[in-house]
């Protein structure tokens, strides 16, 4: 399977959170499945750090390779799928997250109740 992590779910497995559920554990870590991380939420942590609204230790790219994670490019065509989803999501990071998942069939693993609400891709609970 290929996994698309929401921000908070890349966040909780980086910091070993306990608000992170058992079967999404499981899904990160089974050895058999590719698990990705958007440039969109490495954009996200740099922006919250930066407004002292998240306390994240260290580059955030360098945490995605440490945890075995690929890092998903944005490209011009996921911009413009973002900006064109008939979804009213208001947060610009989820709506990019959620059109990378729609062009490369990606499942997301996410806690948001609003982004499990859109019908375009395969969501399981964090």
Known sequence: MDILL???????????????????????????NRVFVSAASIWEIAIKRRLGKLDF?????????ANGFVELEVSGADAETAGSLDWAHPDPFDRLI???????QLT????????KRYMGVAIVAA
Request: charged fraction near 20%; hydrophobic fraction near 45%.
């Open 57 to 65: 230790e260290g580059s955030p790219t360098a945490a995605v390779r």
């Open 6 to 32: 929401d921000t908070h779910v890349f966040l909780w497995w980086d910091s070993r959170s306990p608000k992170l559920s058992a079967p999404a554990q499981k899904l990160i870590a089974a050895p058999a």
């Open 98 to 104: 959620l059109a990378q998942a729609t062009s490369r």
């Open 108 to 115: 997301v693993i996410t806690a948001d109740e609003v982004m």
